[in-house]
T-cell receptor, first 116, second 116 residues
Framework: NAGVTQTPKFQVLKTGQSMTLQCAQD?????MYWYRQDPGMGLRLIYYSASEGTTDKGEVPNGYNVSRLNKREFSLRLESAAPSQTSVYFCASSEATVAGGGNEQFFGPGTRLTVL | GNSVTQMEGPVTLSEEAFLTINCTYTATGYPSLFWYVQYPGEGLQLLLKATKADDKGSNKGFEATYRKETTSFHLEKGSVQVSDSAVYFCALSGSAGGTSYGKLTFGQGTILTVHP
């Protein structure tokens, strides 16, 4: 049981390049999330998906797009990377449904992205 | 909107010392409250949670009590170990009956270092 997996683990981009971060979960969870972690700011929600085929913006969506390919996979795309997107990116999943307040989120190991 | 405030760190303790990390929140209704821990180079994992007022979450010697009157969820441990060195995040998710889809709002994180 792998839980939540993310690829790649590390990535260096030049300003203006694009890339896609991949995330997959094997727990049959409904909801999936993308966060970014910056020093002194905790984790901030970029986008989330409450079910296959649906996505919605979080707190900091600008510069990102997402795709919920199926129930297992939720990808994050940077179309034109900027230095301000240098961060550690975490994918998470949970059983939460519309009112799901008490459900635990399970996190992947993260992707460390540097944009030069 | 929702927000979480944690005590500023870093916190440095000697082994077997008492630990308190303060956490206060702002939210409408009755959110669920969580403490997550992040060990070096890893993703976040749930440490404990409480879903209603006066609930006490506990795990691995850590405890936190959901205090609605003071909007607090302080983390405590009676005797810390070197292996407790990590970053600790307080978080909340929306009230039952809402449309939170389990989204988490995080505090900024507190770095704990325990010396032998």
């Amino acid at each position: 049981n792998a839980g939540v997996t993310q690829t790649p683990k590390f990535q260096v981009l030049k300003t203006g390049q694009s890339m896609t971060l991949q995330c997959a979960q094997d727990m049959n969870h409904n909801s999936m999330y993308w966060y970014r972690q910056d020093p002194g700011m905790g984790l901030r929600l970029i986008y989330y998906s409450a079910s296959e085929g649906t996505t919605d913006k979080g707190e900091v969506p600008n510069g990102y797009n997402v795709s919920r390919l199926n129930k297992r996979e939720f990808s994050l795309r940077l179309e034109s990377a900027a230095p301000s997107q240098t961060s550690v990116y975490f994918c998470a999943s949970s059983e939460a449904t519309v009112a799901g307040g008490g459900n635990e989120q399970f996190f992947g190991p993260g992707t460390r992205l540097t944009v030069l | 909107g929702n927000s979480v405030t944690q005590m500023e760190g870093p916190v440095t303790l000697s082994e077997e010392a008492f630990l308190t990390i303060n956490c206060t929140y702002t939210a409408t209704g009755y959110p669920s409250l969580f403490w997550y821990v992040q060990y070096p180079g890893e993703g976040l994992q749930l440490l404990l949670k409480a879903t209603k007022a006066d609930d006490k979450g506990s795990n691995k010697g850590f405890e936190a009590t959901y205090r609605k009157e003071t909007t607090s969820f302080h983390l405590e441990k009676g005797s810390v170990q070197v292996s407790d060195s990590a970053v600790y995040f307080c978080a909340l998710s929306g009230s039952a009956g809402g449309t939170s889809y389990g989204k988490l709002t995080f505090g900024q994180g507190t770095i704990l270092t325990v010396h032998p």
